[in-house]
């Protein structure tokens, strides 16, 4: 039986791909800091640890008390437009975590190394996105993903270790954070509408992104050691069909049965256009039923109101604020100045 160690495993994401494993006769360890996933997330029959990647010595001794046969990385904190004003702790997190998984896979002999790229590789202006386009990132979030493809295929010329990347896209569904203000639109939204706030949208609404419902990446990334087409290769993975994001927002409305109200705030940098072909990855994997938006929107909506709305907390270290968007700026200076007032209450 394999046993398989799958980072972030207590996120959305990961917690997805540690199902499928479970099913697929996998013994399941689950590597997670809690700093954006949440324990109950973990499936039942997996083992929790609550540790980060961060600690070199830490996921030394983890490798060591366990066999791993895979490794499934998914942990990141995948915030690009935030990756910006946050490149240190990007690098340290996105990079520097991935480069510790790397090291211990090596010296204990890991099978196979499965690693959950981005889109965000790719940069501005390549449309629809190939796996033989060479990649342009424009912000430090798909800089980070970028090094660690390229470190993978260094690592597997010298050490042998072979690997899969995924590069999935504007992922949704069950269990998504819906509280993280900095990513995933369609949960932002979702919270948005249950809070009685109006749904927010950056510039004019008509960037458009092919959006993915958890259903169409999580089993591929799941079961892509077994195929031997995935050895050594990178992959786009997720859905076909662009949409803008004003209409993503009708959607969300329509079937969370919630009139919404849109507010649109100043255009930031990010790609107008992202959405990418799958061909080498139906050739591989195969072309099976995919969900559609309106069927993922449904299912995550359900979920979403049996849970309700989530509230978290304002990222507090921001390393640069030049040229920031000015609704995040201004949320950042108010949680400044609340804790600062804390503080003065305190001495």
């Not at 190939?130 to 295929?153: I, Q, S």
Request: aromatic share 10%; with cysteine; net charge negative.
């Amino acid at each position: 039986m394999a046993t398989s160690l799958v980072t972030g495993g207590a996120g959305f994401m990961g917690s997805h791909v540690a199902d499928h494993l479970i099913k697929m006769g996998h013994t399941v360890v689950v590597l997670d800091d809690l700093s954006g996933g949440f324990e109950k997330n973990v499936p039942a029959a997996a083992r929790f640890v609550c540790g980060s990647i961060l600690d070199h010595v830490f996921v030394d001794n983890l490798f060591e008390d366990h066999s791993f046969d895979y490794v499934y990385h998914l942990a990141a904190y995948a915030a690009e437009g935030l990756s910006h004003f946050i490149k240190r702790f990007n690098y340290n997190n996105n990079l520097i975590g991935s480069v510790n998984l790397i090291n211990a896979s090596v010296n204990h002999g890991v099978q196979h190394f499965v690693f959950t790229s981005s889109i965000a590789v790719y940069g501005e202006g390549q449309t629809p996105m190939t796996e033989t386009m060479r990649p342009v990132p424009e912000d430090p979030y798909g800089v980070a993903k970028l090094a660690v493809e390229n470190e993978l295929h260094a690592t597997y010329h010298m050490f042998g270790m072979p690997y899969t990347i995924f590069r999935p896209h504007n992922v949704y569904g069950e269990r998504q954070n819906i509280g993280d203000r900095y990513r995933n639109v369609v949960g932002i939204f979702m919270n948005q509408l249950l809070t009685g706030q109006p749904m927010t949208i950056f510039g004019d609404g008509t960037q458009t992104r092919a959006f993915t419902h958890i259903d169409d990446v999580a089993p591929i990334i799941a079961r892509c050691v077994a195929v031997p087409g995935a050895r050594n290769e990178i992959f786009n993975i997720g859905a076909d069909v662009p949409y803008s994001v004003n209409e993503l927002a009708e959607v969300v409305a329509h079937i969370m049965e919630i009139p919404g109200k849109i507010k649109y705030l100043p255009a930031r940098k990010e790609v107008k256009e992202a959405f990418s072909d799958h061909t080498k990855c139906n050739q591989i994997f195969g072309t099976g039923e995919r969900v559609s938006l309106e069927d993922g929107i449904r299912r995550m909506a359900t979920w979403v109101k049996e849970h309700g709305a989530r509230t978290s907390g304002v990222f507090a270290d921001i390393e640069i604020m030049k040229n920031m968007p000015p609704s995040w700026a201004e949320v950042i200076n108010a949680s400044h100045d609340r804790d600062t007032a804390r503080q003065s209450r305190r001495v």
